[in-house]
């Protein structure tokens, strides 16, 4: 067995192999990628939410058009080759490029991406959210997603809305995903849709197709032989499930991994002078944030969220939680955005939470639940929380585990306090971060609006939904900038259930011969541009 089909092997052999080093370097047309998947509870790309699916479904599924990973306000062509707003903005044309065809080699016409954007409506799954928040709904997808011929589409928008916010979140893998409706429905079960098969099956048009997937431990993709795009120069993507830091560290320096999503602060720092190795930084998408369940009753009380306002170590977090990790930031824009206020200036201050704890009736504090992955940076977030939350008499329990069961419990609002990431972002424009961490259309158990934070956290206000509603339309840019800072301002007053206490930023470790890797701040990094200097 010559030394590369070793390699291979050992990759590719049983779970109990998945947690020794290798001691080999990876061959020079495979690319093997150490991340933590304990987010990963589907590929369907309706159903997803969280960062690491989306970095598996990037490489799978294409899109009408890409979100540029420098650029962030460029629009790429992808499925489609270009594209028209109406003269009224009331409807955007998409002509699909010729020639282009799915993995199964089915043709991609327009009744496929029209049947994938019903289909999204239809089931109601969390990536609908992004849709269903500009009045799009599943009565209404008839009317909206046409066909007029097999290479164009046509979305008409059922309420007034910037049209480049749609054409824009059409770019998002999830909402935008094209799925080869052919393939799909061949396994459709009970009128599914498909959606227990896509659980881990994959019909797209990207580089890659999944070739395996075991839960919380790896995800397989190969090339794509007929991918329309210039093919990829790797023949198969390793994805490694490597929950501990320090793992991919060491295989990273010893070359068994080629890219590390997700290591701590203080793994990346002690790779900082390896020559072998390079450190890659971006701004990211959404926020860190604590966050609370209005469904509690301790929580219901403004002045209980505003005492844990100040229990906090903001600085503190920064300077030894989150290097590589987030930038302080307590706003619900990021900074950079137009339209983002400076940090509100909040920070630890035990006696004013006190006091703030006294006046809600809990002089000697109170027991809760604090719910953290187990990932970097999150369960050392949490870990810090706590001990800050002691100082005023609140005992939390840190409880941590998979995405399953911390998003979990969010998801179906069962939870007290989360130390927790997202809030949008992964467009670049304020609506998106305010659509996902403040907008609540409908706070109602029933409407599972599971994609919005703020109905995760029973958080209504009808002002403030109106606001939103008010400044994404507003065509004088300078009035626009203006109202989203009063919701900024609004927005603190509330005390509401979600405090951000740092923007996210995007740190890997890459080996040094890796060339081509394009990071994106909407997690939709592509690896079909990526080569081995070797």
Known sequence: MNHWKRIVAAAIVGSASWGAPLYAETPPNMLVVGFSMNNILTLDPAAITGKETVQ??????????????????????QLAE??????????????????????????ITSADVVWSLKRLMSLNLAQASFLKTHGFTADNAEASFSAPDEQTVVVTLPKKVDPELIIMTLGIVGPGSIYDSKTVLEHEKD????????????????????????????????????????APAMRRIIMRHLAESQSQRLMLEKGDIDIAFSMSAADLKSLEANKDVSIETIGGSGFYYLAVSMKDEKFKNPKVREALRYLIDYEGLD???????????????????????????????????????AEAGYPDGFSTTLRALSDAPFLNL???????????????????????????AMRERNFELIVGRGGGGQLPHPDSNLRAIVYNPDNSDEAKLTNFQGWRTSFYD????????????????????????????????????IQPFSEVIDTVGVRADIKGLALNPSWSTQLRTVTKDR
């Open 56 to 77: 598996v479904l990037a490489n799978i599924y294409d899109n009408l058009v890409s979100l540029d990973p420098v650029n962030r306000s460029q629009v790429n062509p």
């Open 82 to 107: 270009s594209w028209t707003i109406s003269d009224d903005r009331s409807k955007i044309t998409f002509k699909l490029r010729e020639g282009a065809t799915f993995a199964s080699g089915n043709p």
């Open 191 to 230: 009128g599914d849709q498909g959606a227990a098969w896509l659980t881990n099956n994959s019909a797209g048009s990207g580089p890659f197709v999944l070739g395996e997937w075991r839960s919380n431990e790896r995800v397989v993709l190969d090339r794509n032989d007929n991918y329309w795009g210039d």
């Open 319 to 357: 300077k030894t939680v989150l290097p590589y990790f987030g930038k302080l930031r307590d706003r619900p824009i990021p900074s950079g955005i137009f339209g983002a206020l400076p940090n509100a200036g909040y920070h630890l201050d035990v006696e004013k939470a006190k006091a703030l704890l």
């Open 382 to 408: 949490a870990t810090a929380m706590q001990a800050t939350l002691a100082q005023a008499g609140i005992r939390a329990e840190v409880i941590t585990g998979s995405g399953d069961q911390i998003y979990g």
């Open 462 to 497: 009808e002002k403030l939904n109106g606001m939103v509603d008010a400044a994404q339309v507003e065509g004088d840019k300078n009035v626009q900038t203006k109202l989203y800072g009063d919701i900024q301002a609004y927005y603190a007053d509330l005390v509401p259930a």
